[in-house]
């Protein structure tokens, strides 16, 4: 069974940082996509970020741009999550979630794991 699993968050002050890691496993089929989300109490889930593992490519939503950077391991089915100047409004739990399709926004993903609470006090 594929499973993802993510981990790295905490708690950190305003401006702080923290990187967040999504180690996959169980895939018999390369992933092509792999893509960050939060949800904030009281709020929907959004998208952050996600990378395309086959081309590199990498998107990210316009709130995190210059501050966030995901990056890619493919021999280790790990996605990483680079999360600088920390913002109280960042707080959330982050889950990663994994498809067999590019990244696109408003994509419906196939696989998550479970989410890692992230914590930006002001």
């Known amino acids: 069974d594929v499973q993802l699993q993510a981990s790295g968050g905490g708690f950190v002050r305003t401006g702080g940082s923290l990187k967040l890691s999504c180690i996959g496993s169980?895939?018999?089929?390369?992933?092509?996509?792999i893509a960050w989300f939060r949800q904030a109490p009281g709020k929907e889930r959004e998208g952050v970020s996600c990378?395309?593992?086959?081309?590199?490519?990498?998107y990210y939503t316009e709130a995190v741009k210059g501050r966030f950077t995901v990056s890619s391991d493919n021999a280790k089915y790990t996605v990483y999550l680079q999360m600088d100047d920390l913002k109280p409004e960042d707080t959330a739990v982050y889950y990663c979630?994994?498809?067999?399709?590019?990244?696109?926004?408003?994509?419906?993903?196939?696989?998550w794991g479970e989410g890692t609470q992230v914590t930006v006090s002001s």
């Open positions: 979630a994994a498809d067999y399709v590019d990244c696109a926004a408003n994509s419906v993903m196939l696989y």
């Open positions: 990378i395309n593992r086959h081309d590199g490519r990498v």
């Open positions: 169980g895939f018999t089929v390369e992933p092509k996509a």
